[in-house]
């Protein structure tokens, strides 16, 4: 166990991150009685040692050489032996997972962008199973929390993919934990990863005063390479509390990040009109919206299947306000069915809704869908 009173998250803070690399255990025990707010003596209790002796390790008069000494000192601190020079099967195995562990979060993120979002949940699984039990265990080293904190946030989005809308607050369970970890680590591109998709997860299970003050948040933070990401849920978030100035602001960061990137596979043209779309018709400007319905559309390559499947159901809701039954029922079956082929059930309900009332036929072609997944979905 750790010394009573130290914080876990104590070896996660950068300014003892230097520490920690350099390997060097006088180094290491100064770092950590300064962060903890411990002194010598209590140190010196714990570790089964006398005030003078932790005085002379610190000082460097005093050296620890033996393997079990040193794997002691290490399990007391809460700290991976490695860092002490000290390796066995099970912490070469943990470094491993390390090295190996950021090519998982970004297969399964390319699995999720092609619409595979339930095999980037099986992907993801162990990773976070083991890296929860480290840190259960005591061991908050930077590289595993920054890694979890990762794979939280990765594994919630998927799940936001795939879970029904009656259990989606799991997904946003778990990108809560993963700004959790965040808001402990100097990682800014964690901080707005976190901040973003666990207020986009908010907002899809109604929470919009929270959704849209930690998407704003997190567009005050974001780097201007990821300025754009940010903005796709903050304009839904604003258009759905009604702040129309403030969406239309956002839309046209949108259009000019567009504009000076080229587009990325989440921020592009197509994503772009969908989301404005939508916050159209939300902010009662139904005339707009359907100018732009009857645009032409964009090239919607490479844009990942949920978005097309979103952009349907968006496009079927303006036709169904403007009276055009045909075009609506038409745009919602093509919902209905990328939906199902990439099991996707919460769009299909999307779907349903936007029919209910006036197209009994798009709520059976639904409901059927939505039987088919069942047999096949994950557990919540």
Not at 347 to 372: D, H
Request: hydrophobic share 50%; proline share 4%.
């Amino acid at each position: 166990m750790t010394v009573v009173g130290s914080p876990l998250w104590l070896w996660t803070s950068r300014a003892v991150s230097s520490a920690v690399a350099s390997g060097n255990l006088a180094v290491i025990l100064k770092a950590y009685r300064n962060v903890a707010g411990i002194t010598q003596a209590a140190l010196a209790s714990v570790l089964g040692y006398d005030t003078t002796y932790i005085s002379m390790l610190e000082n460097g008069r005093r050296v620890i050489a033996d393997v079990p000494t040193l794997r002691r000192v290490a399990h007391h601190l809460g700290l991976p032996p490695h860092v002490l020079g000290v390796t066995d099967h099970s912490d070469a195995d943990f470094i491993s997972m390390i090295k190996f562990g950021e090519s998982t979060i970004r297969l399964a993120s390319v699995a999720r962008e092609s619409g595979h979002s339930a095999e980037a949940i099986n992907e993801l699984w162990p990773l976070v199973w083991r890296l929860e039990a480290r840190l259960a265990q005591g061991h908050a080293d930077h590289a595993a929390v920054q890694l979890l904190g990762q794979a939280r946030a990765m594994l919630g989005v998927a799940l936001g993919d795939v879970l029904p809308e009656e259990n989606l607050a799991s997904a946003a369970r778990w990108t809560g934990r993963a700004l959790t970890l965040a808001t402990r680590l100097d990682d800014i591109d964690l901080l707005v990863c976190a901040l973003r998709v666990h207020g986009n997860e908010l907002r899809k299970i109604g929470k919009k005063p929270a959704a849209a003050a930690r998407l704003q948040r997190a567009a005050d933070v974001a780097p201007a390479s990821e300025h754009g990401a940010v903005l796709i849920p903050l304009a839904r978030a604003l258009a759905e509390l009604g702040d129309v100035e403030q969406f239309d602001t956002a839309i046209i960061g949108l259009q000019r990040f567009v504009d000076s990137n080229h587009g990325t596979p989440l921020v592009n043209s197509f994503v772009v009109r969908e989301v404005h779309l939508r916050g159209l018709l939300v902010t009662g400007r139904l005339h707009e919206a359907i100018r732009l319905a009857e645009a032409d559309i964009p090239d919607a390559t490479g844009v990942a299947p949920q978005w097309q499947t979103i952009e349907r159901v968006t496009v079927a809701e303006v036709f169904r306000a403007s009276g055009d039954q045909a075009a609506a029922s038409e745009a919602l079956l093509q919902s209905i069915a990328t939906a199902e082929s990439t099991r996707l059930p919460h769009q299909i309900q999307r779907a349903m809704r936007a029919a209910r009332g006036s197209l009994p036929e798009i709520e059976a072609a639904g409901a059927a869908a939505l039987r088919r997944l069942h047999l096949t979905l994950p557990a919540a």
